[in-house]
């Protein structure tokens, strides 16, 4: 179920950053986000150890920041995967979309999701 809720948020999150960064982060429609979604939370699972363990020193040396980096290439690989219906202008945009999504989500997890746990 917890699965399920995040696919949900990271697919509110896209339409969000879409409807904000309108020209340089498209996407068609409700249906896409959630397929971006569905689609960005199997490359997590698979894709994103693997890099980070490549990248482990990079990681260590930037104190952590370096993993929004891997946030960001994994939004590449989603938007090469997804076509024209899931459109990132550029890494500097995939940059700053992980980067949201990624306060976005920490935000949500320790204010609305960790009070459903207490309840």
Known sequence: ???????????????????????????EGFGAAVGAS????IINIIVRPI?????????VLTLGFFLF????ITLEITDYLMGDSFEIAGFGMALLAAVIM????LVLNKTILKSSKEK
């Open 51 to 59: 890099l980070v363990i490549l990248t482990l020193p990079a990681t």
């Open 1 to 27: 179920m917890k699965w399920f809720i995040g696919i949900l948020i990271n697919a509110v999150l896209f339409m969000a950053i879409a409807g904000y960064f309108s020209e340089s982060f498209v996407l």
């Open 102 to 105: 990624s306060i976005v989500t």
């Open 69 to 72: 980096v891997i946030n960001a």
């Open 38 to 41: 569905f689609l960005l939370s």
